[in-house]
C-alpha cells in the first residue's frame, strides 16, 4: 500500500533552516508529480510546493519562493523540502502529498505530517 512518512521537523530560531524528507514506498514514486503542504493552528492547509515527476518543473507559494526548495531523490524513492530563513509564521504541521498524474494537479495520498515550529 501507499506510504508516505515525513521526518525531519522540530524546533528551530527564526533564521535557522531545516529540511524535511518524505520517503515514499508502495508506488512507482517517479512516475508521479510530489508537493509538500502545511497547515497551521486555524488555518486553511496551503501547497507551499510542488515538483512533477522528473524534478523538472517546480513551483512555489508566493510566501515562501526564495527561501524554500524542493527536489526529489527518485532513486531513493525521496522527497525533500530545504527551509532556509525560517520566519515564525512557517510554523505548521508539514505534509507530503502524492499527486494522481506526473503533474501536480490532484493529490490522492497523504503522510501523517511533521511538526515544524519556528520561534525564539
Known amino acids: 500500500q501507499v506510504q508516505l512518512v515525513e521526518s525531519g521537523g522540530g524546533l528551530v530560531q527564526p533564521g535557522g533552516s531545516l529540511r524535511l524528507s518524505c520517503a515514499a514506498s508502495?508506488?512507482?514514486?517517479?512516475?508521479?508529480?510530489m508537493s509538500w503542504y502545511r497547515q497551521a493552528p486555524g488555518k486553511e492547509r496551503e501547497r507551499v510546493a510542488a515538483?512533477?515527476?522528473?524534478?523538472?518543473?517546480?513551483n512555489y507559494a508566493d510566501s515562501v519562493k526564495g527561501r524554500f526548495t524542493i527536489s526529489r531523490d527518485n532513486a531513493k524513492n525521496t522527497l525533500y523540502l530545504q527551509m532556509n530563513s525560517l520566519k515564525p509564521e512557517d510554523t505548521a504541521v508539514y505534509y507530503c502529498?502524492?499527486?494522481?498524474?506526473?503533474?501536480?494537479?490532484?493529490?490522492?495520498?497523504w503522510g501523517q505530517g511533521t511538526q515544524v515550529t519556528v520561534s525564539s
Open positions: 515538483i512533477t515527476n522528473t524534478g523538472g518543473i517546480t
Open positions: 502529498a502524492k499527486s494522481n498524474a506526473t503533474i501536480p494537479i490532484g493529490h490522492d495520498y
Open positions: 508502495g508506488f512507482a514514486f517517479s512516475s508521479y508529480a
